[in-house]
């Protein structure tokens, strides 16, 4: 099994895609042979899906653009996804891409960008009910999880300093795991109308939502979970008997790992904790409409705005040279962290993930500083400049950032920008990559890497909508 550490710098690019199943081609010249699995080996077709590529793709005069996105869009329902029912009802378990285990971040978001489409494709519509399902019983099983597997295999992190079981791929506490879920589920509503997934089950699994939240608010001690990993890589594993570092219990919420999967240096994570008051309002509302449950909906909203009055309280930090902007960590004692993570939740992605506007001046001060060399991990190279991580170390960028600029600015040029160096800068593969090197992007991480290929369907979607004129351009360097 493959460690989401673990990467692959590749150039042997024709490798990669055998490697997918994919059919061998010549990359990168005139034509662009489709890198979608045949038909009769996609695990997951949907007629809405293959109506709106052929839409989208006939709008985009760039054909490379155009082959990425044919390519990447569809690429979760194309590779990932496994359905089937379960006592009568949708189950589908989705894999990351190249580690056959299922995040509930990266699942979620994986098949996000579908959810317009579920109106018209009642298979799909079912498909996601299924993922809804899936998270709703990996909750149940633990919350303080990241990952999971289709059953109970046990994994190569069994051996972890923690509460492992054998369902559990990953036990790696991040607020977001949990919110993502409550985001999928409550978006579906809102789209289709549907509130089957919102069963007793699924009231069960955010009552122990909020329980997780309230228990890493830290008030009546450190709670029930620490963690720690025999590695020598420092931000796999957790500080001070795996319990992380010292904290002021303030009303934040403690995250010890990063959406990346790394550890956090000081245990509030602010994003995280934005995106968690966005999903404990949600959760309110659909205590409210769906369960008629008014006392727990006023738990939810009691506690988003405890969070929300600790965020700008204590997450509204001076920088030494830009100003007041939001700090990516602090730790309610006055230490703060200058950083961004390029994984979602991140500073970048403050108003996508629904907390605040693009034009609040206390986000744009932290975007001018997440894209700017006042970021230790912002790299600029000859193909173009994004935010890294020390997951994949120096010198690569990662498209993910590049996405999440342009799913976050007004401007149409700078959205132009971001087109062009992703269209760049697959190392002539047709897919999208966890990262880069800056310089060179035949030298790559991970070759399948669903989220990412995704999300960049998702840009293309939304600049379609808005920006139709920015895909009648040419892209090439």
């Known amino acids: 099994m493959v460690a989401r550490r673990d990467f692959l710098k590749?150039?042997?690019?024709?490798?990669?895609?055998?490697?997918?199943?994919?059919?061998?081609?010549?990359?990168?010249?005139?034509?662009?042979?489709?890198?979608?699995?045949?038909?009769?080996?996609?695990?997951?077709?949907?007629?809405?899906?293959?109506?709106?590529?052929?839409?989208?793709?006939?709008?985009?005069?760039?054909?490379?653009?155009?082959?990425?996105?044919?390519?990447?869009f569809p690429n979760t329902l194309d590779t990932t996804?496994?359905?089937?029912?379960?006592?009568?009802?949708?189950?589908?378990?989705?894999i990351t891409g190249d580690i056959n285990a299922m995040w509930l971040r990266d699942s979620s978001a994986q098949v996000w960008p579908y959810l317009p489409l579920v109106k018209e494709d009642a298979k799909l519509k079912?498909?996601?009910?299924?993922?809804?399902?899936?998270?709703?019983?990996?909750?149940?099983?633990?919350?303080?999880?990241?990952?999971?597997?289709?059953?109970?295999?046990?994994?190569?992190?069994?051996?972890?300093?923690?509460?492992?079981?054998?369902?559990?791929?990953?036990?790696?506490?991040?607020?977001?795991?949990?919110?993502?879920?409550?985001?999928?589920?409550?978006?579906?509503?809102?789209?289709?109308?549907?509130?089957?997934?919102?069963?007793?089950?699924?009231?069960?699994?955010?009552?122990?939502?909020?329980?997780?939240?309230?228990?890493?608010?830290?008030?009546?001690?450190k709670g029930p979970y620490k963690f720690q990993r025999n590695t020598p890589i420092q931000s796999d594993t957790v500080p001070n008997g795996g319990w992380g570092a010292p904290m002021q219990p303030v009303g934040l919420i403690v995250s010890i790992f990063r959406p990346s999967d790394d550890a956090t240096v000081f245990p509030f994570l602010i994003p995280s904790n934005m995106f968690a008051v966005v999903s404990l309002r949600q959760l309110a509302e659909i205590s409210e409409t769906i369960y008629k449950d008014a006392a727990f909906a006023h738990e939810c909203t009691l506690l988003a705005e405890e969070v929300d009055r600790a965020i700008k309280a204590y997450a509204i930090v001076e920088h030494p040279k830009l100003g007041m902007m939001y700090g990516f960590e602090v730790d309610g004692f006055g230490n703060r962290l200058f950083l961004d993570d390029t994984n979602v939740p991140s500073l970048l992605s403050i108003p996508y993930l629904g907390y605040t506007g693009i034009d609040d001046p206390l986000y744009q001060a932290s975007r001018h500083f997440v894209w700017s060399n006042f970021q230790p991990w912002f790299y600029?190279?000859?193909?173009?400049?994004?935010?890294?991580?020390?997951?994949?170390?120096?010198?690569?960028?990662?498209?993910?950032?590049?996405?999440?600029?342009?799913?976050?600015?007004?401007?149409?040029?700078e959205i132009a920008t971001c087109l062009k160096?992703?269209?760049?800068?697959?190392?002539?593969?047709?897919?999208?990559?966890?990262?880069?090197?800056?310089?060179?992007?035949?030298?790559?991480?991970?070759?399948?890497?669903?989220?990412?290929?995704?999300?960049?369907?998702?840009?293309?979607?939304?600049?379609?909508?808005?920006?139709?004129?920015?895909?009648?351009?040419?892209?090439?360097?």
């Open 81 to 94: 996804v496994n359905y089937k029912t379960v006592n009568g009802k949708p189950d589908t378990f989705v």
């Open 10 to 72: 590749n150039s042997a690019l024709v490798a990669g895609a055998v490697g997918l199943g994919l059919p061998k081609t010549v990359f990168g010249w005139a034509g662009y042979t489709s890198q979608r699995p045949p038909l009769a080996k996609r695990k997951f077709t949907s007629e809405a899906v293959e109506k709106t590529i052929v839409k989208v793709k006939s709008q985009i005069a760039d054909t490379k653009l155009g082959w990425l996105f044919e390519n990447c």
């Open 126 to 221: 079912d498909m996601v009910v299924g993922v809804i399902n899936r998270q709703t019983n990996c909750i149940l099983i633990d919350p303080y999880a990241n990952a999971f597997n289709e059953g109970p295999t046990g994994s190569e992190w069994d051996k972890d300093l923690t509460d492992m079981k054998p369902e559990l791929h990953e036990r790696k506490w991040e607020i977001d795991s949990l919110c993502y879920p409550v985001r999928l589920a409550y978006n579906y509503w809102k789209i289709s109308g549907d509130t089957t997934p919102f069963d007793e089950k699924y009231k069960r699994a955010a009552q122990l939502i909020v329980k997780t939240f309230k228990e890493q608010q830290r008030k009546d001690g």
């Open 380 to 413: 600029r190279g000859k193909y173009g400049d994004g935010v890294g991580s020390p997951h994949t170390g120096d010198n690569y960028i990662w498209p993910m950032s590049i996405i999440m600029r342009a799913l976050t600015s007004h401007d149409k040029e």
């Open 421 to 477: 160096t992703l269209r760049n800068t697959d190392g002539n593969t047709g897919f999208i990559h966890e990262s880069y090197h800056k310089d060179d992007p035949t030298k790559y991480t991970r070759p399948w890497f669903a989220w990412v290929n995704t999300l960049f369907g998702e840009l293309i979607l939304k600049v379609s909508q808005e920006h139709p004129d920015l895909l009648q351009r040419q892209y090439a360097m």
